[in-house]
């Protein structure tokens, strides 16, 4: 094919070359202007016009001043910027412009004025006005939307946050400084791992170091909060991983809930439950008490008598000694067991000790119902990592069910046995049994059998709580009219206890 | 008192109450057999006549009451007495046994020695 532009002459060339330019000029989504020294328009591009409804007509050959709303000249000072480009041959660029024509919705421009040199010499300059309007718009929206979801994080009353993969604090909400106690600031100098107590750490870096592998996308974990005044707060996290726009793992997102009022509602329920265990026992520790009561007050009446012996006296002041120190242990016990517990931390818990202690108290209490106690231990000292209080509530609970399955007496049978990792305690009765259509339900909340007044319907349900807590499982078997098993089982800690 | 009276039968699983009664009903003059189970008492009266009976109501083989009821059917006028730390004064229990005869008077402990020595007074047969 011939090609005419080598062909074309100088005259020729430059028709065309304006034909090109006049044509850009018009296609591109910006306005172009060139105004003269006088300030004057020169030339307006097609978009110019439309934007601002007007013709070439009333356009070129008029003052700046003519074609722009004068607000628009005075608060910018356009007039002035366009000359400055003028004398001093250098571009002016970045600014904001809202152009407000009569009859047109309010745009908003992004100009720049370059100095237009012909032979050296400035004749005038180009103003070129970007409609940002669309772009001004999006943004705000964009800023709109975060600011939501900013005041979303904000506003929770959890606690939101972020972390580089490293566990380096990234965003620290509101939540997250009230309750710590440390402004966002400073918490992003930090690790989250310098918010945990000594014994979480290595936990938690495990979490973080398998937080992007797929088994573990959401991983749970209870660990208190360390403040600023050095206190530890109860807080259940949830991690999971932050990813970004490539769906690569970028951080971790931990989400904590206060546990402080659960734990407080929890620790009221298990006192109620201890004092509802001992109305059950009273009337066994009252027998259980009035027995040395009433040796040491014979025995003193004895004593206030003239007559006795010296040897007898001295027999009546031993038992004396020794009732008062048969009370005082009871009693000891059973300060001992309704001391309210505010601690929850967890403790290595010798448990063999912690059922013969309880098994005391339940003592009194199977004695008069003629329930026969027969109980196998292992030799060595069995320890569990729990709260010993709530581990004995457990217990408590266990024992007293299957006295009051055998009102007319039976066997109270505890077996304790280790089984390769865990400790496993079986409480046996031959007391009435469960049938199979309420065995299902022991377990629930508020499900009870006992009579209005006799039991609360949470001794079970409890129970399993506290042994789900402690990572155990408990299991129910029963034969109706023959007895029930419940069997306990819980990890057992090896080395570095006490003997 | 003089050896008309017959013993008294003392049942407590305690041996130190068995003790402390056995000391106060000697006091009166009278005599006095100690068991600590209901077994035990059973066997005594197999082979005794006694003239009162003190019992404690929880024995580790069967209830005081019940061991009353027992006693009663081989010696239907035997004065009985329990003695008790489980019940009280005013238990149902204890008054419903008192109206129906079964027993005759109850001491809670601890108890002051008089109450006992009034109770050998009232009850205790030859």
Not at chain 1, 384 to 406: C, D, P, R, S, W
Request: hydrophobic letters at 40%; one cysteine or more; a neutral charge.
């Amino acid at each position: 094919m011939e090609n005419k532009t080598l062909k074309a002459t100088g005259h020729d060339l430059s028709e065309r070359y304006e034909q090109l330019y006049t044509m850009l000029l018009d296609a591109i989504p910006s306005s172009v202007l060139l105004i003269d020294q006088n300030m004057r328009i020169v030339s307006a591009n097609r978009n110019f016009l439309e934007k601002g409804q007007r013709t070439l007509a009333n356009t070129i050959g008029y003052g700046l001043e003519e074609v722009f709303p004068t607000v628009i000249l005075d608060q910018m000072d356009i007039t002035k910027r366009i000359r400055q480009v003028i004398e001093n041959n250098q571009p002016a660029k970045g600014e904001r412009m809202t152009y407000r024509a009569p009859g047109v919705p309010i745009r908003i421009y992004y100009y720049s004025i370059l100095p237009f040199t012909w032979q050296g010499r400035v004749e005038g300059a180009v103003l070129l006005m970007e409609d940002v309007t669309e772009r001004v718009r999006l943004s705000e929206e964009v800023r709109r939307v975060e600011r939501h979801l900013g005041s979303v994080v904000e506003s929770a009353s959890d606690l939101v946050l972020s972390t580089d993969k490293k566990g380096r604090i990234l965003t620290w909400n509101a939540a997250a400084e009230r309750l710590s106690g440390y402004p966002a600031a400073e918490a992003q100098e930090h690790d989250f791992t310098d918010f945990c107590t000594d014994e979480d750490r290595k936990d938690i870096r495990n979490i973080f170091s398998r937080i992007d592998t797929r088994k573990y996308a959401r991983q749970m974990k209870e660990c208190p909060l360390r403040t600023r005044q050095e206190t530890f707060i109860p807080v259940s996290w949830v991690f999971s991983p932050l990813k970004d726009s490539s769906n690569q793992t970028a951080g971790v997102v931990a989400v904590g809930r206060d546990l402080t009022e659960k734990q407080k509602f929890e620790t009221e329920l298990h006192q109620s439950q201890k004092f509802a265990a001992l109305g059950v026992m009273a009337g066994g520790i009252a027998h259980e008490i009035r027995n040395p009561l009433a040796i040491c007050s014979s025995s003193a009446q004895f004593l206030m008598e003239e007559d006795g012996t010296p040897e007898f006296r001295r027999e009546c002041a031993g038992k004396i000694h020794k009732g008062i120190q048969r009370t005082s242990a009871i009693i000891e016990n059973l300060l001992k067991y309704s001391h309210p517990s505010t601690t929850t931390r967890t403790t290595l818990v010798n448990l063999a000790s912690l059922i013969k202690e309880t098994l005391t108290l339940v003592t009194y209490h199977a004695n008069i119902l003629k329930i026969d106690m027969k109980t196998s231990f292992p030799r060595e000292p069995i320890m569990v990592q729990g709260v010993a209080t709530l581990l004995q509530q457990v217990f408590m609970n266990l024992f007293l069910n299957a006295i009051n399955a055998m009102p007319t007496g039976g066997r109270l049978g505890i077996d304790v046995k280790m089984d390769h990792s865990e400790v496993r305690v079986q409480v046996t009765d031959t007391g009435c049994g469960i049938s199979p259509r309420e065995i299902g339900k022991i377990f629930d909340p508020f499900y009870t059998t006992s009579i209005v007044g006799q039991g609360t319907g949470l001794g079970l349900s409890l129970c399993y709580s506290i042994v789900k807590q402690h990572r155990g499982t408990i299991e129910a078997e029963s034969v109706e009219g023959q007895g029930s098993v419940f069997t306990v089982k819980l990890p057992a800690h090896f080395g570095g206890g006490e003997s | 008192m003089n050896e008309k009276y017959a013993p008294i039968l003392v049942v407590d699983d305690e041996p130190e109450m068995c003790w402390i009664l056995e000391n106060i009903i000697r006091k009166t003059g009278l005599a006095c057999m100690t068991a600590l189970s209901a077994r035990e008492a059973i066997a005594l009266t197999e082979s005794n006549k006694f003239g009162m009976a003190f019992l404690d109501a929880k024995l580790p083989d069967i209830d005081g009451l019940e061991l009353a009821r027992k006693l009663r059917k081989t010696n239907a006028h035997l004065p009985i007495v329990i003695v008790s730390g489980y019940f009280y004064q005013d238990d149902p229990t204890i008054e419903r046994v008192l109206q129906e005869g079964l027993i005759a008077a109850f001491v809670g402990k601890p108890f002051d020695h008089d109450e006992i020595v009034s109770v050998i007074t009232r009850y205790a047969r030859r």
